[in-house]
């Protein structure tokens, strides 16, 4: 069964950093390339970052470029999002999310999501 | 940036009750375009990709289809479980993917 656990939001200054970590089992992790997609409260859903299976290339959205730095350890089974010089914008539910590669990538699997709050 | 505009924004339908959800992109994105269900306090779930294919396990009450740019996710015989948040997202032109704002499904 194809399982993604995301780790390590929390409660965080204005200008702040914080890492966050998905942990991924039941799949051959570095066969898929990789997400990060948020979503403010209330609001809809925004992708952040992708990187591939071997971690040569990486992608940003604009709102988070040169401030978010996208990993993986493909022996820990493991993605990492490293978020520096936080927001309040920020606020919102992160998700880690699998790629389905059929003609282009689509979202197959997610994780449940991890709450990062930005906030003095 | 592809911008994908849903409608409506919210859709009430009594259960048993077909309902037809509509996604439009700016420019073209071939039939690079997935569906995905959001429930309350749950991650996003992939119904549709390739704009017309269910996802493993989906029920075949869902279907997607495509007209040019005009995307419309069909529920033929809504249930329960069904009321949720739909959100279209573009995978033709990227990065960035871009979803769209999403369509909640009401009990009427």
């Known amino acids: 069964e194809v399982q993604l656990v995301e780790s390590g939001g929390g409660l965080v200054q204005p200008g702040g950093s914080l890492r966050l970590s998905c942990a991924a089992s039941?799949?051959?992790?570095?066969?898929?390339?990789m997400n990060w997609v948020r979503q403010a409260p209330g609001k809809g859903l925004e992708w952040l970052s992708y990187i591939t299976g071997r971690g040569s290339a990486i992608y940003y959205a604009d709102s988070v470029k040169g401030r978010f730095t996208i990993s993986r350890d493909n022996a820990r089974n493991s993605l990492f999002l490293q978020m520096n010089s936080l927001r309040a914008e920020d606020t919102a539910v992160y998700y880690c999310a699998r790629v389905l590669w059929f003609g282009g990538p689509s979202f197959d699997f997610w994780g449940q999501g991890t709450l990062v709050t930005v906030s003095s | 940036e592809i911008v994908m505009t849903q409608s409506p924004a919210t859709l009430s339908v009594s259960p048993g009750e077909r309902a037809t959800l509509s996604c439009r992109a700016s420019?073209?994105?071939?039939?690079?375009l997935a569906w995905y269900q959001q429930k309350p306090g749950q991650a996003p779930r992939l119904l549709i990709y390739g704009a017309s294919t269910r996802a493993t396990g989906i029920p075949a009450r869902f279907s997607g289809s495509r007209s040019g740019t005009d995307f419309t996710l069909t529920i033929s015989s809504l249930q329960s479980e069904d009321f949720a948040v739909y959100y279209c997202?573009?995978?033709?032109?990227?990065?960035?993917?871009?979803f769209g704002g999403g369509t909640k499904v009401e009990i009427k």
């Open positions: 039941g799949f051959t992790f570095s066969d898929h390339e």
């Open positions: 997202q573009q995978y033709n032109n990227w990065p960035p993917f871009t």
């Open positions: 420019q073209s994105v071939s039939s690079h």
